[in-house]
Antibody
Framework: VQLVESGGGLVQPGKSLKLSCSAS????????MHWIRQAPGKGLDWVAY???????VYADAVKGRFTISRDNAKNTLYLQLNSLKSEDTAIYYC??????????WGQGASVTVSS | DVVLTQTPVSLSVTLGDQASISCRSS???????????LEWYLQKPGQSPQLLIY???NRFSGVPDRFIGSGSGTDFTLKISRVEPEDLGVYYC?????????FGSGTKLEIK
């Protein structure tokens, strides 16, 4: 199982960014997936979940601004981040869901929101 | 939202001793399907988190039997018997019973 995040970077407040998570080593379409973030020096913060049938759940802090999606043909998970705020600065991890638990994690993508 | 309160915030343990971490939920974590979606994770320094325990007490593949999860309803505990050097890091509980899902604030385990 391998999960590789990409798309992170430095972005100005109010702008947008799209993160990708490329999955391999398992049947991607059969699994739900999570996004989790970790601000510098802080704890883990769950962001969003998408089921194998594309049902979605969001944290209150990102609802209406972030969108989780998936492309099973490309074995890729996405997170669209809109209206970014400084408090969205974090390492963003994707993780595979096993009965909602996160049994495999990527190495993370860094997102910095600053002017 | 469900709040998970972890105690203690930090823990200093002698090698070979037992460590115990509590996770208390603001709501019962038993789902209507009868399962309780309470998990434990360990984030070692400089690494991505890793799953230790799922559904309260089930050890994930490859996790030593020194790690024991227990509890029900709103009170949950992770016990680590015979602490080893590789156990240091930050432990988090996580619930996926209620939308939105939430993490506890973490417990840092240090080795004396």
């Amino acid at each position: 199982v391998q999960l590789v995040e990409s798309g992170g970077g430095l972005v100005q407040p109010g702008k947008s960014l799209k993160l990708s998570c490329s999955a391999s080593g398992f049947t991607f379409s059969s699994y739900g997936m999570h996004w989790i973030r970790q601000a510098p020096g802080k704890g883990l913060d769950w962001v969003a979940y998408i089921s194998s049938s594309s049902g979605t759940v969001y944290a209150d802090a990102v609802k209406g601004r972030f969108t989780i999606s998936r492309d099973n043909a490309k074995n890729t998970l996405y997170l669209q981040l809109n209206s970014l705020k400084s408090e969205d600065t974090a390492i963003y991890y994707c993780a595979r869901s096993f009965n909602y638990a996160m049994d495999a994690w990527g190495q993370g993508a860094s997102v910095t929101v600053s002017s | 939202d469900v709040v998970l309160t972890q105690t203690p915030v930090s823990l200093s343990v002698t090698l070979g001793d037992q460590a115990s971490i509590s996770c208390r939920s603001s709501q019962s974590l038993e789902y209507s399907d009868g399962y309780t979606y309470l998990e434990w994770y360990l984030q070692k320094p400089g690494q991505s988190p890793q799953l230790l325990i799922y559904e309260v007490s089930n050890r994930f593949s490859g996790v030593p039997d020194r790690f024991i999860g227990s509890g029900s309803g709103t009170d949950f505990t992770l016990k680590i018997s015979r602490v080893e050097p590789e156990d240091l890091g930050v432990y988090y509980c996580f619930q996926a019973t209620h939308d939105p899902f939430t993490f506890g604030s973490g417990t840092k385990l240090e080795i004396k």
